[in-house]
């Protein structure tokens, strides 16, 4: 079952994130700044969101960098069944057009 390629790779999205998928197959090349755009690409997200992603560790969640590749951080944090395990979270990062519009009257 081990693919060499390939890492197992788990999402938990937090609400309102929907993913169609939460498990997946990611080439070990891949770096984590492409997962998180691939990612996107299959969720709809206001334009004022911001995506953050965060790897699970022995120590709770930890932020990563993204330009690390899948296989760095696969050898440092997946857990004892092989599996790397991420939380996804959007963040109002921009502001609202609301609450802009407010400081404009």
Same mark, same amino acid.
């Given at each position: 079952? #081990? #693919?060499? =390629?390939? +890492?197992?790779?788990?999402?938990?999205? /937090? @609400?309102?994130?929907? +993913?169609? *998928? =939460?498990?997946?197959?990611?080439?070990? #090349? $891949? $770096? /984590?700044?492409?997962? /998180?755009?691939?990612?996107? &690409?299959?969720? $709809?997200?206001?334009?004022?969101?911001?995506? %953050?992603? !965060?790897?699970?560790?022995?120590?709770?969640?930890?932020?990563?960098?993204?330009?690390?590749?899948? @296989?760095?951080? *696969? !050898?440092?944090?997946?857990?004892? &069944?092989?599996? +790397?395990?991420?939380?996804?979270?959007?963040?109002?990062? %921009?502001? @609202?057009?609301?609450?802009?519009?407010?400081?404009? =009257?």
């Amino acid at each position: 079952m #081990d #693919d060499p =390629k390939n +890492l197992h790779v788990i999402v938990e999205p /937090i @609400s309102p994130i929907k +993913l169609d *998928h =939460k498990k997946f197959l990611v080439n070990r #090349d $891949t $770096t /984590i700044g492409q997962f /998180i755009y691939k990612l996107r &690409q299959r969720m $709809t997200l206001k334009q004022e969101e911001a995506l %953050f992603m !965060h790897v699970k560790g022995k120590n709770g969640e930890e932020a990563i960098s993204i330009s690390q590749l899948m @296989s760095q951080v *696969h !050898h440092e944090y997946k857990n004892e &069944q092989g599996i +790397l395990v991420f939380v996804l979270r959007s963040e109002e990062v %921009f502001g @609202s057009f609301k609450l802009y519009e407010q400081f404009e =009257k």
